[in-house]
């Protein structure tokens, strides 16, 4: 997508070789209108995908998935939660993850009703790394016996070689952006 890779050259930030900030339109500033081009350029991608639901983590896809949402005809969303919280009485599904930039294992969740079998759920996220959320995701959706209709993402870095490992199990994963490298400060797109 065009535009976002622009927006990435000229508002990313490399830290390192392994992780891309995004803050000014993604990660703590929020673009709407980016975003709403976002989410129609998904639903192209997904077009044909009957779509019940459609699955994050908390935070940074939050904003992402319900934009998104408007252009696959308002489907729920859910967001998995990172940490368990006191009001979070019920049942869940759990799946344990690592965290790419804090690097630390943590579990994430949904209750159980919101995750129906049989439903088809399409997982959004901001960034795919090394797959670990994207992964965790599908597990909580395979878990309650519900189908994963499709991952969306918008930035890849696909030298960390998750979408690798999500495409080799059979998940349609789209990308808007596909970082191949970053080096020297420059971020070269696939
Ligand atoms: P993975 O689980 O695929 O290894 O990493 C994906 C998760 O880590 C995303 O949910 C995202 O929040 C975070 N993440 C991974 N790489 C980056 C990065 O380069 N920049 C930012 N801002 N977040 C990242």
Same mark, same amino acid.
């Given at each position: 997508?065009?535009?976002?890779?622009?927006?990435?050259?000229?508002?990313?930030?490399?830290?390192?070789?392994?992780?891309?900030?995004?803050?000014?339109?993604?990660?703590?500033?929020?673009?709407?209108?980016?975003?709403?081009?976002?989410?129609?350029?998904?639903?192209?991608?997904?077009?044909?995908?009957?779509?019940?639901?459609?699955?994050? #983590? &908390?935070?940074? +896809?939050?904003? $992402? %998935?319900? !934009?998104?949402?408007?252009?696959?005809?308002?489907?729920?969303?859910?967001?998995?939660?990172?940490?368990?919280?006191?009001?979070?009485?019920?049942?869940?599904?759990?799946?344990?993850?690592?965290?790419?930039?804090?690097?630390?294992?943590?579990?994430?969740?949904?209750?159980?009703?919101?995750?129906?079998?049989?439903?088809?759920?399409?997982?959004?996220?901001?960034?795919?790394?090394?797959?670990?959320?994207?992964?965790?995701?599908?597990?909580? #959706? &395979?878990?309650? +016996?519900?189908? $994963? %209709?499709? !991952?969306?993402?918008?930035?890849?870095?696909?030298?960390?070689?998750?979408?690798?490992?999500?495409?080799?199990?059979?998940?349609?994963?789209?990308?808007?952006?596909?970082?191949?490298?970053?080096?020297?400060?420059?971020?070269?797109?696939?």
């Amino acid at each position: 997508m065009d535009e976002l890779k622009k927006r990435i050259i000229e508002d990313g930030i490399a830290l390192g070789t392994e992780i891309l900030k995004v803050d000014s339109f993604l990660n703590h500033q929020i673009d709407v209108k980016l975003f709403e081009a976002m989410g129609e350029e998904f639903a192209d991608r997904f077009c044909g995908e009957e779509v019940d639901k459609i699955i994050t #983590v &908390e935070a940074s +896809g939050i904003g $992402v %998935a319900c !934009i998104a949402a408007q252009y696959f005809d308002y489907p729920e969303v859910v967001f998995a939660k990172k940490v368990s919280p006191n009001t979070m009485t019920e049942e869940y599904y759990g799946a344990e993850v690592i965290s790419f930039t804090k690097n630390e294992k943590s579990v994430i969740r949904i209750a159980k009703k919101y995750l129906k079998s049989k439903e088809r759920i399409l997982i959004i996220d901001d960034f795919l790394a090394h797959g670990q959320a994207a992964m965790g995701m599908a597990k909580l #959706v &395979e878990g309650a +016996g519900a189908e $994963v %209709a499709g !991952i969306g993402i918008v930035i890849e870095k696909a030298f960390q070689g998750g979408g690798k490992k999500l495409r080799d199990k059979g998940y349609n994963v789209e990308s808007l952006a596909v970082v191949k490298s970053i080096s020297d400060g420059n971020i070269e797109f696939e």
